[in-house]
């Protein structure tokens, strides 16, 4: 177990974000555990063609870790790829240079590796290339669910907050997450040992976290997965005959889906729906108290609530 210095002020100190950069080196941890009975088949083959040999080779090299300048801690709520990655280029070279061939050492690196050893201006740009390139076909395709699942994610945890407490909501992050006042207490199997603190914490929920929980030291940050992350690619879900026959087809349907968060816009595009038609259900769904909805940003996010899980069984 690791415990790492985290008191009153550094929870009061701490925000959360959604970081496209962290949505995507996560998803090439995932991409390199695939046998994950939660990662689609589907999206390892597109992926596994989307990422270039640089990519590879940095962010999933044998140890384990990506180099920490390529998970810059956001320092807006919704950063853009294209500000994260203008952080990263901006990186100096004896860092990127430093930082990649760590990640190597004790094994013999490939040519995408020696690269930045002897120009790190350079294969910085193809690394760059090649996260843009991955990004388009990895990444943007589940984008808005990602961020929608991140949106509710973050809004419940303010509700467990208000409702509960700090505390709560801290311990209620992940399983192998706990929290003693003075120290944030991180379950690894085989990791021990004790990390100094710093101001605050950014948490990061992130899709393509699955299971694992991940900590930054590096900027203080931690990423772990949102409620209903292994939803990303499954269809929507087939409403019960009991529930269709209270609700009708259609309401039900909306019901049925409505376990992971979606705006109405996604509704619609899930269910086949015209816009209108989806509104109308999920406005009489909410005026029924079995959904709700949040605002996150310009989007309002609906999902289901204790009485609407209820009732769909």
Avoid at 14 to 30: G, I, K, N, T
Avoid at 201 to 213: H, K, N, S
Avoid at 286 to 311: F, H, K
Wanted: charged share 15%; aromatic share 8%; proline share 9%.
């Amino acid at each position: 177990m690791i415990a790492w210095e985290f008191g009153a002020a550094d929870l009061a100190g701490s925000r959360f974000a959604h970081s496209p950069m962290a949505e995507l080196v996560a998803s090439m941890f995932a991409l390199r555990g695939a046998g994950a009975a939660w990662v689609a088949p589907g999206w390892v083959a597109r992926a596994s063609a989307a990422a270039g040999p640089t990519l590879r080779a940095v962010a999933a090299g044998p140890r384990g870790y990506a180099p920490d300048f390529l998970t810059p801690v956001p320092p807006t709520a919704r950063p853009r790829l294209a500000d994260e990655l203008a952080t990263v280029s901006s990186t100096p070279a004896d860092r990127v240079a430093a930082e990649v061939l760590d990640g190597w050492t004790g094994h013999a690196p490939p040519p995408e590796i020696l690269a930045f050893e002897r120009d790190p201006a350079a294969a910085l740009g193809v690394l760059i290339a090649e996260l843009r390139a991955y990004h388009e076909a990895a990444i943007a395709p589940l984008w808005q669910r990602l961020r929608g699942f991140a949106d509710a994610e973050i809004a419940g945890r303010m509700r467990v907050a208000a409702a509960e407490s700090p505390r709560a909501m801290i311990e209620g992050l992940h399983p192998r997450l706990g929290w003693d006042g003075s120290a944030l207490l991180i379950r690894y199997p085989h990791k021990s040992g004790q990390w100094s603190g710093g101001p605050g914490m950014t948490l990061l929920p992130t899709g393509f976290a699955g299971p694992e929980v991940y900590a930054m030291t590096t900027g203080r940050s931690l990423w772990y997965a949102p409620r209903g992350y292994g939803n990303l690619w499954s269809r929507p879900p087939s409403p019960g005959a009991a529930l269709t026959a209270l609700l009708g087809p259609t309401r039900a349907a909306v019901l049925t889906l409505l376990a992971a968060p979606a705006s109405t816009g996604e509704v619609a595009d899930r269910l086949g729906l015209a816009p209108a038609t989806a509104s109308h259900h999920l406005t009489t769904l909410r005026d029924a108290g079995l959904i709700t909805g949040t605002r996150a940003g310009r989007r309002l996010l609906y999902q289901r609530t204790g009485l609407g899980d209820e009732l769909t069984g």
